[in-house]
T-cell receptor, first 116, second 117 residues
Framework: DTAVSQTPKYLVTQMGNDKSIKCEQNLGHDTMYWYKQDSKKFLKIMFSYNNKELIINETVPNRFSPKSPDKAHLNLHINSLELGDSAVYFC???????????????FGEGSRLTVL | AQKITQTQPGMFVQEKEAVTLDCTYDTSDPSYGLFWYKQPSSGEMIFLIYQGSYDQQNATEGRYSLNFQKARKSANLVISASQLGDSAMYFCAMRGKSGGGADGLTFGKGTHLIIQP
């Protein structure tokens, strides 16, 4: 059973289209994230979300919006796709903090978006 | 703000040799965690090892160990007896406790490690 799963794994689309990437976690975690990995492999956080709070990285265009139907899902919707949106998008989840330990994030396999 | 610096964009190492991947960090958070992730060519992000800022001992996980020097703000990853399957991108990351979990991980730019036979 995959702990954090994303669909689709590959997505090729035209500029101007709207697309969504779905993410589900079965770990019972309370916080989910979206990361963008650019062509130089740099990973940058886009959003974090738990059932109380959505935190948006201020550099993320408002064409990107997270949607969470429930605690186990955090989907990423992108409007009016641009060439520069081509990247690998990773969903991740974690369970806050365990006593003294700062816990790791568990990542999905990534969704490679190509905008033509 | 948190910052992670990985100064080695790429490394070539002979199989069976030990490898040290450098990582320095900067944070104002008094409590934080440091992480290393491996990303093979298949693309998934694999968690390797964790070091807490208040941990007295350096973390170890099998062939991976973390050389944590708090005063120098460094958290280098050491891979002993490297194998061909260790060829991958390696990312150092950190997470502060003050963010309450919502701040996720801040990543370095990564080191591309290639193990040569």
């Amino acid at each position: 059973d995959t702990a954090v799963s994303q669909t689709p794994k590959y997505l090729v689309t035209q500029m101007g289209n709207d697309k969504s990437i779905k993410c589900e976690q079965n770990l019972g975690h309370d916080t989910m994230y979206w990361y963008k990995q650019d062509s130089k492999k740099f990973l940058k956080i886009m959003f974090s979300y738990n059932n109380k709070e959505l935190i948006i990285n201020e550099t993320v265009p408002n064409r990107f919006s997270p949607k969470s139907p429930d605690k186990a899902h955090l989907n990423l919707h992108i409007n009016s796709l641009e060439l520069g949106d081509s990247a690998v998008y990773f969903c991740a989840s974690s369970q806050g903090f365990l006593l003294k330990r700062v816990v790791e994030l568990f990542f999905g396999e990534g969704s490679r978006l190509t905008v033509l | 703000a948190q910052k992670i610096t990985q100064t080695q964009p790429g490394m070539f190492v002979q199989e069976k040799e030990a490898v040290t991947l450098d990582c320095t960090y900067d944070t104002s958070d008094p409590s934080y965690g440091l992480f290393w992730y491996k990303q093979p060519s298949s693309g998934e992000m694999i968690f390797l090892i964790y070091q807490g800022s208040y941990d007295q001992q350096n973390a170890t996980e099998g062939r991976y160990s973390l050389n944590f020097q708090k005063a120098r703000k460094s958290a280098n990853l050491v891979i002993s007896a490297s194998q061909l399957g260790d060829s991958a991108m390696y990312f150092c990351a950190m997470r502060g406790k003050s963010g309450g979990g919502a701040d996720g991980l801040t990543f370095g730019k990564g080191t591309h490690l290639i193990i040569q036979p």
